[in-house]
T-cell receptor, first 113, second 114 residues
């Protein structure tokens, strides 16, 4: 069975600082991994995804993530935080033959001026 | 439409009432998922449709929850005899044919049961 663990329910960084949001997964098959962002009172928007191929994946808004099979990790990073990055971030792994997503509990990112 | 549309955006129900939540998918999207997102939690899978066929309803928490998609487009999630623990945001997500594509989410329906 597939599962996702996000370390840290709340991360706070200063504007301009590095953003690092941690995600570890468990999967019995080669994983497809996703990061979604959710702004208040909105649905989820895809930031980036890893399916196969290059392990460093670039997404929207300057975010990227690296798939590390040996560490079963898929951490999300951004070199320089903007105030507009304040939101909740969810890591997900594809589970099952229908392509259903299994989500972590989320990490709320706060950006201080 | 341009995106996944859900209605109502907000619903307040008294305990014991029935509610119906609607999802209008992106035109042509074959796959449709319903998720439940409790406060402070990640979305949890409820049920999955491929066209009009409900292929997986393993996530429905009780027999009070029922979903349908009779013509393979609009879907309705119905909750009978609502309980306080049903309070959550209900998200609909759709996808083109195939099982590796991106899921597109609606903005959700926030249900509060008093």
């Amino acid at each position: 069975a597939q599962s996702v663990t996000q370390l840290g329910s709340h991360v706070s960084v200063s504007e301009g600082a590095l953003v690092l949001l941690r995600c570890n997964y468990s999967s019995s098959v080669p994983p497809y991994l996703f990061w979604y962002v959710q702004y208040p009172n909105q649905g989820l928007q895809l930031l980036l995804k890893y399916t196969t191929g290059a392990t460093l994946v670039k997404g929207i808004n300057g975010f990227e993530a690296e798939f590390k099979k040996s560490e079963t990790s898929f951490h999300l990073t951004k070199p320089s935080a903007h105030m507009s990055d304040a939101a909740e971030y969810f890591c997900a792994v594809r589970g099952g033959s229908q392509g259903n997503l299994i989500f972590g509990k989320g990490t709320k990112l706060s950006v201080k001026p | 439409g341009a995106g996944v549309s859900q209605s109502p955006r907000y619903k307040v129900a008294k305990r014991g009432q029935d509610v119906a939540l609607r999802c209008d998918p992106i035109s042509g999207h074959v796959s449709l998922f319903w998720y439940q997102q409790a406060l402070g939690q990640g979305p949890e899978f409820l049920t999955y449709f491929q066209n009009e066929a409900q292929l997986d309803k393993s996530g429905l928490p009780s027999d009070r929850f029922f979903a349908e998609r009779p013509e393979g487009s609009v879907s309705t999630l119905k909750i009978q005899r609502t309980q306080q623990e049903d309070s959550a945001v209900y998200l609909c997500a759709t996808r083109e044919a195939g099982n590796t594509g991106e899921l597109f989410f609606g903005e959700g329906s926030r249900l509060t049961v008093l």
